[in-house]
């Protein structure tokens, strides 16, 4: 915790208003360019993906944004991976459910077992296989692309997925989605829906992750955080919700709590802006 807090008062120190309510703490490596799925381990390093037309890898990112580690994830296909999960176990979910254009009939979160115990460069996974119900065409009519994924959390042996909205008009709905957390092919089962909001630029759900007391679930944006409390899982989405405007208009792609009261962010590079770690301290 020592150290967490000395990273912090780093941060704090060369943070500037360029990055909004976020500190910004390091610039990550370059094979990080499209990094869009993380997951925090108890020391404060990171565990990173980048999403579609990357390498089957996960990497171990120190906070001074040095690569520690890099694993082969051998029986997967880096199609479009997304966000990422833990269990209490130490497992992690890698969820290959990018779906830009809803034409997938392929998607699937790769379960690996915990990757700080392994000791080789490789690591197999198990296949979580799933579908969405709901969809009827690939692709449904440009009103109805709301099968493309980018979040995804872990609670209580389940995973939650929180759709990501490509509709033309452009409508702000996310879709809410959970399958078992073990091995096998399911159709997700449909919780509900919500609207964040309408705005095109910013409203995209693209991460999602739940504090480790299980009270706080945060949904992230480009610009946006939205966070849930006095919630039932079953339907979160109707929980206490209050929304940040983060006050930064980078590709933010990847939340994961280090503390039940602060986030880890990180955002693509785009333009030769982005490749950022940051963290947010929730009021």
Known sequence: MTRYIAIL???FLISCSNYGQLTYITKLPKKLKENSGMVVRKDSTVWFVNDGGNQD???QISTKGKIIKELKVKNAKNKDWEDMARDNDGNVYIADTGNNANKRKDLVIYKIPDPDKVKGDKIEAELIELNFPEQK????KKKNLHFDTEAIFYAKDSLYLITKN????FSGKAMIYRIPAKKGKYKASYLGEFIPCTDFSTCKITAADISPDGKTIALLGYGKLWLFTNFDLSNFFKGELKTIDLGI????ESVSFLTNKTLLLSDEELHKNGRNLYSYSIK
């Open 249 to 252: 208009r980078t590709q933010l």
């Open 166 to 169: 490509r509709s033309h008009p």
């Open 137 to 140: 065409k690939f692709p449904p």
């Open 9 to 11: 008062l780093f941060s």
């Open 57 to 59: 890898k996960i990497y």
